[in-house]
Every structure is written in C-alpha cells, then in structure tokens.
C-alpha cells in the first residue's frame, strides 16, 4: 500500500509569484486535507477536498486554492505569495467513514 | 472556539521509563474525536492513537495508551517504555465535529511537546 507522497520535498520562491504544491493520497483513499505548518506551530487547516469538491475551509485568503482530480490527488496553489507563507505544507488523506488522517511527508516552501 | 492546549513545551524522559505528555481541549461539542501525532526532524505526522468522546475505554496501541478523562477535558498521551526513537515533536489534536465534512475533517492542532529521550 502505497503511502501519502508529496511534491516537491522543498520550493525557495520571491515574494509576489505563484507555487503549485501536488499531493498523491494513500491509495483507496478519496479525501484530502491541506495545513499549513509555521516554524514552531502546530499545523494550521487550509481546506479539505472530497470527491473532487472543496467542502472545508479554514481561515485562508482566496489566494490560497485548490484541486483534487478523479484519481484523488490534489494541487494546493497559492498566489501573490508573502514571506509569511514561508511554512512546512503538509497533505492528509483519509478514506471514507474513517478518522484517521494519514499526512504525507510535507513540501517546505520559503518565501524570499 | 474549539482549542487544544499542551503546556510542556519540552520534556525529557530517560530511555526504558514512561513519560506522559499532557494535553488539555475547549469544545462545546458532544461529538469529537481526538488524535496524537508524533512528528520526528523529517516533518512527516504520524498518527498515533485515536480517542472518541463516546469511547468508555481508555485508547491503547502498543506502547501508547490515551489518559482520557472527559470531564477535565483531558487527554493525556502516556509512552511506556521509552525509546531512543520516540524523540521527536508530539502534537495533540481534535477533530472539529461537523455535518459540514463528509470525512476526514478538520483536525485543531495544538502547539506541540518536544519530547528528548536520554540513554
């Protein structure tokens, strides 16, 4: 069973320009969350997607967006970045009627 | 608001004793679900263990046992037995109950216990 893998493992990008993160989920599995980890925070909830459709959302401007395509896996975007977006991105998934959410190993992005 | 509060920043524990990580939630929900995660210097969450509000036993798995006392609004990780290994960040987390998330859903995560195991 192949685990949660995300892409890039770490991203350096200038203040201002684009970043698309990518997330495959555990296999068998059909949701998948986004957080957001600060330096010394725990994680913070970005949005979660669900059979293709976003039906969660923490409290993240609109330039933080998403996808998850027919195989599950999902694209985290996030626009007009700021160096406060500098964080450890981390993805989870999870299969239906299930609690657990399994994360992947994260993409560390700085902001410069 | 829901919230999750762990107080121990740092621990220390010598390998082979028990140490208990403390975890403490705010929810005015009767439904929830709460987690522990240990996160080593690679960055990946690892689930550990799971404990419903509905759940009358205490949670275990393998080394890991939940101290759940409802009425403190606690939750407590114990590790017996310490290894070298199980140095790493421990995060405890709650699981937001909402007819708004078909799964999953959106986990509360509090700031973390750097746990140090000593030879």
């Known amino acids: 069973e192949t685990g949660v893998t995300q892409s890039p493992t770490h991203l350096i990008k200038t203040r201002g320009q684009q970043v698309t993160l990518r997330c495959s989920s555990q296999s068998g599995h059909n949701t998948v969350s986004w957080y957001q980890q600060a330096l010394g925070q725990g994680p913070q909830f970005i949005f979660q997607?669900?059979?293709?459709?976003?039906?969660g959302r923490g409290n993240f401007p609109p330039r933080f967006s998403g996808l998850q395509f027919p195989n599950y896996s999902s694209e985290l975007n996030v626009n007009a970045l700021e160096l406060d977006d500098s964080a450890l991105y981390l993805c989870?998934?999870?299969?239906?009627?299930?609690?657990?959410?399994?994360f992947g190993p994260g993409t560390r992005l700085t902001v410069t | 608001a829901q919230k999750i509060t762990q107080t121990q920043p740092g621990m220390f524990v010598q390998e082979k004793e028990a140490v208990t990580l403390d975890c403490t939630y705010d929810t005015s929900d009767q439904s929830y679900g709460l987690f522990w995660y240990k996160q080593p210097s690679s960055g990946e969450m690892i689930f550990l263990i799971y404990q419903g509000s509905y759940d009358e036993q205490n949670a275990t798995e393998g080394r890991y046992s939940l101290n759940f006392q409802k009425a403190r609004k606690s939750a407590n990780l114990v590790i017996s037995a310490s290894q070298l290994g199980d140095s790493a960040m421990y995060f405890c987390a709650m699981r937001e109950a909402s007819a708004f998330y078909n799964q999953g859903g959106k986990l509360i995560f509090g700031q973390g216990t750097e746990l140090s195991v000593k030879p």
């Open positions: 989870a998934s999870s299969a239906d009627r299930a609690y657990e959410q399994y």
């Open positions: 997607y669900y059979r293709e459709e976003e039906n």
